[in-house]
């Protein structure tokens, strides 16, 4: 089952719209990458205009840096705390944006997009 991002097939009061043309390729989406903790693992996507994506479906080491000494250190993943995302993603240890992870350093939250950019990145809170 394909995933689709387009106009919504009701209007604001609920009547139904009538369909005016088939699906496009510019309106294809994606299921969600769901990272989670273990070997690291990435995938290859070629998006829109032919770039690249390398999401990262399984990691294990962060970059996290500390606001107050300005450093930045790479250490591994010890638990997911908490995802503010989805309850479901919480109870499955799903890494997104914004989730709280346990490290060695301390519990940090992850500013970058993991499922988009590749790359795991947390601030020290």
Request: net charge positive.
């Amino acid at each position: 089952m394909g995933v689709w991002h387009r106009r919504s097939t009701r209007t604001d009061s609920g009547a139904r719209l009538k369909r005016f043309r088939g699906k496009r390729k510019h309106e294809l989406g994606r299921t969600p990458t769901e990272t989670v903790m273990g070997e690291t693992k990435r995938k290859k996507i070629v998006s829109k205009g032919y770039n690249r994506k390398a999401p990262v479906l399984r990691v294990t080491m962060v970059n996290v840096t500390d606001p107050k000494k300005n450093q930045t250190f790479r250490v591994e993943i010890q638990d997911v705390e908490t995802n503010p995302a989805s309850m479901d993603y919480q109870r499955r240890k799903v890494i997104t944006r914004g989730t709280i992870i346990k490290t060695a350093k301390g519990n940090a939250m992850v500013t970058s997009r993991p499922g988009q950019d590749g790359i795991l990145n947390a601030v020290l809170i």
